[in-house]
C-alpha cells in the first residue's frame, strides 16, 4: 500500500492527538464461517439465517468470509493498513458449547492464534463478548427475556477472560444491545426474530444486566490495568418541526433508543418517563431489587456505533382502519402508536441510510456533557456501496472514502470541542455477511469475492492507511 508523501497536517489538514487509536472492526458470525467446526454449537443466528425468508437470497453465515481458516492473511491485511487495533468478537458457541457446556478448547484455541498473531503484528485486540449470537440453547430456554442468560452470560466472559487475559488489554461485553433487545425481540427482523413487545422490554433489562454481572466478572480474572467497556448504537433523534408534539416523538425515542441503556448503566436508573410510557405492555416487575446497581459497574470506556441520524414526528390522530401501510411490527415498544420515523434528507448510501456526518458529532457533544469523565471509542462507522472490482482487478469506492473522511473530520471536530474521544474504528475490515441482508451489502475496506474468498482492498483501504500514516486527515 502506498503512503502519500507527508505534508505538515497541521497547515493542510486535520491532525489527529498523538496517542490516537486507529482500527477497525469486525463480528464473528459475519466473517468466521467453519459454523460446525470443532464443537461448535448452533448460535440464533445459525436458525435464524437457516429459516427460510429471514435473510435475503437465503444467505446463511456457514462460510462468510471463511475468517476462521484465512485469519492469518486478514491478520496480514491489518497489518498492511498501518492499524493500531483491532476489534473482533468472540462466539459463545464456538468457545462454550450450548452456551453452558465445558469450554471447548480447539475454539478457545483459535482466538489464542488470533490474538498471538495480532500481538506480533503490533495490534492491539479489542474483544467484544457479545455481538447477537447467542447459544441457541439459551434461547430455547427463553433467551434474553429470562434472567438466567445474564448469569450464563456472566460464567462465559470469565471463562473467556481466563483463557485470554494475559494478552487481551480491552474488553467489551455487548455490541448493541438495543438491537439485540428490539430488533430481535420487537421487530424481529433480526434472530431470534420474535415478535413480543414485553419480551423485548425484558431482554433489553437482562442485556444491561447481563452487561453489569459480565463486567465484574470480567475484573475477577482481569489484571487490574485491564479495560472493560460496552458498546452502545446511541440513536441521534432529529425531530420533524419544532412542535411540542414532534419534540414529545423524539423524547420516546431517546427513551427508548438511548436512555434505557445508558440510565441503568451510568445511573442505576431506569428513565422514569419509559416506565411510565410502558405501563400498558409491562409493569417492569421482572426488574429485582440490586439488578439496576449490578447495571451500573463502572466501565473504562463507552463505545460508539454511529451511521446515521433518526427523524421522528408525532404521528397524528390515529388513521381509519388500514389506511395506513404497516411495514411490520415496530422496535419502538409502548411507542408505536404515537410517533412516525420519517425518511431523513440527504445522500443515501446503499443500506439507504442518509449520510450525515454532523450527526455524529451532535452525539459527541451530548456524551461530553451528560457523561462527563466518560471517555469515548467509536467502535463502528462507515458505509455500504455497490463496489466491484474492475477489469483490472482495482475496486474504487470515492463514495465510502467520502463518508469516511467527512465523519473524521466530525470527530476531529468534538476532540477540538473538548470530547475525549480516544479511538476510530471503520466498519468493517472485510466485506461480511451483513445480518438480514445477506452478503448484498458491502461495507468492507476490503473486498472479498465471496465465490473464490479472494480479498482484494479497495480504494479506501489504501485511504484509510494513509490517513493512520499521517496521523490525520488530509487536506
Ligand atoms: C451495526 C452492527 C454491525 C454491522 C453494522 C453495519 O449495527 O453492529 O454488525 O452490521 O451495523
Known amino acids: ?51 427460510p425468508g429471514r435473510v435475503l437470497n437465503g444467505d446463511t453465515g456457514d462460510t462468510a468470509a471463511d475468517h476462521y ?10 497489518k498492511r493498513l498501518g492499524v493500531s487495533d483491532y476489534r473482533f468478537s468472540v462466539a459463545w458457541s464456538r468457545v462454550r458449547p450450548t ?43 427463553g433467551g434474553w427475556p429470562v434472567r438466567e442468560t445474564a448469569e450464563r452470560f456472566a460464567e462465559y466472559a470469565g471463562l473467556v477472560a481466563g483463557a485470554l487475559g494475559d494478552r487481551v488489554a480491552d474488553w467489551t461485553t455487548f455490541n448493541e444491545p438495543w438491537c439485540a433487545a428490539f430488533l430481535g425481540y420487537a421487530s424481529g427482523v433480526h434472530a431470534p426474530g420474535r415478535t413480543e413487545p414485553e419480551a423485548a422490554l425484558r431482554a433489553a433489562h437482562h442485556l444491561n444486566l447481563a452487561h453489569g454481572l459480565g463486567t465484574a466478572a470480567l475484573r475477577a480474572v482481569l489484571p487490574r490495568t485491564a479495560e472493560v467497556s460496552l458498546t452502545l448504537n446511541l ?15 423524539v423524547r420516546r425515542i431517546d427513551a427508548l433508543g438511548n436512555r434505557l441503556f445508558l440510565d441503568p448503566v451510568f445511573h442505576g436508573r431506569l428513565p422514569e418517563d419509559l416506565v411510565r410510557d ?5 409493569d417492569w416487575s421482572f426488574v429485582r431489587d440490586g439488578d439496576l446497581a449490578a447495571a451500573a459497574a463502572p466501565i473504562d470506556w463507552l463505545g460508539i456505533n454511529y451511521y446515521a441520524p433518526t427523524v421522528v414526528a408525532d404521528a397524528g390522530p390515529p388513521e ?137 482492498p479497495k480504494d479506501s483501504a489504501r485511504w484509510y492507511a494513509d490517513v493512520i500514516a499521517r496521523g490525520g486527515l488530509p487536506a
Open 99 to 141: 452456551g453452558r457446556g465445558p469450554a471447548a478448547r480447539r475454539g478457545l484455541d483459535f482466538y489464542r492464534r488470533l490474538v498471538d498473531a495480532l500481538l506480533a503484528a503490533g495490534i492491539r485486540p479489542v474483544a467484544t463478548l457479545y455481538h447477537w449470537d447467542l447459544p441457541q440453547e439459551l434461547e430455547d430456554l
Open 320 to 456: 381509519p382502519a388500514g389506511a395506513l401501510a404497516q411495514e411490520g411490527p415496530s422496535p419502538w415498544v409502548g411507542a408505536e402508536e404515537r410517533v412516525r420515523i420519517l425518511p431523513a434528507p440527504g445522500p443515501r448510501t446503499a443500506m439507504d441510510w442518509p449520510v450525515d456526518a454532523g450527526g455524529l458529532h451532535e452525539l459527541l457533544v451530548r456524551l461530553r456533557d451528560e457523561l462527563p469523565g466518560v471517555p469515548l471509542m467509536i467502535t463502528e462507522n462507515g458505509a455500504a456501496y455497490a463496489d466491484y472490482a474492475d477489469p483490472e482487478g482495482d475496486v474504487h469506492d470515492p463514495d465510502r472514502i467520502g463518508y469516511l473522511h467527512g465523519h473524521l473530520a466530525s470527530v476531529h471536530r468534538a476532540i477540538e470541542d473538548g470530547v475525549d474521544v480516544r479511538g476510530y474504528f471503520v466498519w468493517s475490515l472485510l466485506d461480511n455477511f451483513e445480518w438480514a441482508y445477506g452478503y448484498s451489502k458491502r461495507f468492507g475496506l476490503v473486498h472479498v469475492d465471496f465465490a473464490t474468498q479472494r480479498r482484494t
Open 278 to 282: 410502558t405501563a400498558g405492555v409491562t
Open 1 to 51: 500500500m502506498t503512503t502519500l508523501d507527508a505534508s505538515p497536517l497541521a497547515q493542510t489538514g486535520l491532525a489527529f492527538p498523538a496517542g490516537f487509536r486507529w482500527g477497525t472492526a469486525t463480528a464473528a458470525y459475519q466473517i468466521e464461517g467453519a459454523a460446525t467446526l470443532h464443537g461448535r454449537t448452533p448460535s440464533i443466528w445459525d436458525t435464524f439465517s437457516h429459516t
Open 69 to 78: 481458516h484465512r485469519m492469518a492473511e486478514d491478520v496480514a491485511l491489518l
Open 235 to 249: 440513536h441521534v433523534v432529529r425531530p420533524l418541526t419544532r412542535s411540542a408534539a414532534d419534540l414529545d416523538a
